[in-house]
């Protein structure tokens, strides 16, 4: 099986920073694309930012300039800095990543258990 594990998350004021984190782990051959996404309160889950194996990155408007994501594939392991924090920006923050496992390698969406943000005014 495979697990995606985030941390990083918490309350911080208006201008601050937090960095989340999410590692991969398990039986796991390859992964693909890794995301972000987050889902405030009576909101649809929207994605905050993406990243490909190879370290391309996509942002949603709303928070380009502000957040970069970065991966190390070495460990399996997808990361947000997050800068200039709005409170607008709280949320629940949820990772995702396309994983390729099992001898068919067959490539499987995961998702992390999400990790709140709050950024108070």
């Known amino acids: 099986q495979v697990q995606l594990v985030e941390s990083g998350g918490g309350l911080v004021q208006a201008g601050g920073s937090l960095r989340l984190s999410c590692a991969a782990s398990?039986?796991?051959?390859?992964?693909?694309?890794m995301r972000w996404y987050r889902q405030a309160p009576g909101n649809q889950r929207e994605l905050v930012a993406a990243?490909?194996?190879?370290?391309?990155?996509n942002y949603a408007d709303s928070v380009r300039g502000r957040f970069t994501i970065s991966r190390e594939n070495a460990k399996n392991t997808v990361y947000l800095q997050m800068n200039s924090l709005k409170p607008e920006d709280t949320a629940v923050y949820y990772c995702?990543?396309?994983?390729?496992?099992?001898?068919?390698?067959?490539?499987?969406?995961?998702w992390g258990q999400g990790t709140q943000v709050t950024v108070s005014s």
């Open positions: 398990g039986s796991i051959f390859s992964i693909n694309a």
């Open positions: 995702n990543a396309r994983i390729v496992r099992g001898l068919e390698r067959k490539m499987y969406d995961y």
């Open positions: 990243i490909t194996n190879g370290g391309s990155a």
